[in-house]
């Protein structure tokens, strides 16, 4: 690296050290958030200036010609998926059991393993107890939405395949 990059270096390194000194360490962490927030809006807005540039203007002219070509597709049924209805039984049941699971272990574990009071162990308990019906309603919702989609696609690929042939085996010479 030439001595230019390495006196650059050291300036910002005093600045930066000065800063620290004068704002504390949270509010050079602040600036530094800060200046990092408007150098990612100045790099996005030129981004956005070059790609809105290097875009296609003539869209009227795009559309007339595609509306001579545009071919009317059949309905389509809505697949489960894309229709709003209940996650089933599973969902709230599964959610109970992550919340009782969760305060149960966090209680526990803040009685036995810390030195926390009642109140204490009681109030982290819930905050656990919340974490873990949380967690018990994502996982449940995600084996009900994998189950379900999978079910759609395996009775979409039976319903569009064709009749298998059995193929002629040919005599081997």
């Not at 949270?26 to 981004?47: D, F, I, P, Y």
């Not at 996650?87 to 059991?97: K, Q």
């Amino acid at each position: 690296m030439p001595l230019v990059t390495y006196t650059w270096l050291a300036v910002v390194v005093a600045l930066a050290c000065a800063a620290i000194g004068w704002l504390g360490i949270a509010g050079w962490m602040a600036t530094v958030v800060v200046a990092a927030s408007l150098a990612a809006h100045v790099a996005g807005n030129a981004l956005g200036t070059k790609l809105r540039e290097a875009t296609d203007r003539d869209l009227a002219a795009r559309r007339h010609s595609r509306r001579a070509e545009r071919i009317p597709m059949p309905r389509q049924v809505p697949t489960t998926l894309e229709t709003t209805r209940s996650l089933g039984r599973l969902v709230p049941i599964s959610a109970t059991i992550g919340a009782v699971c969760g305060a149960l272990a966090g209680s526990l574990s803040l009685a036995l393993l810390t030195q926390a009071s009642v109140a204490g162990a009681l109030l982290g308990g819930v905050s656990s107890g919340v974490i873990g019906g949380l967690f018990g309603f994502l996982l449940a919702s995600f084996v009900e939405i994998v189950r379900t989609s999978l079910r759609e696609a395996i009775a979409a690929e039976e319903h569009r395949s064709p009749p298998r042939r059995p193929v002629a085996s040919r005599p081997r010479r």
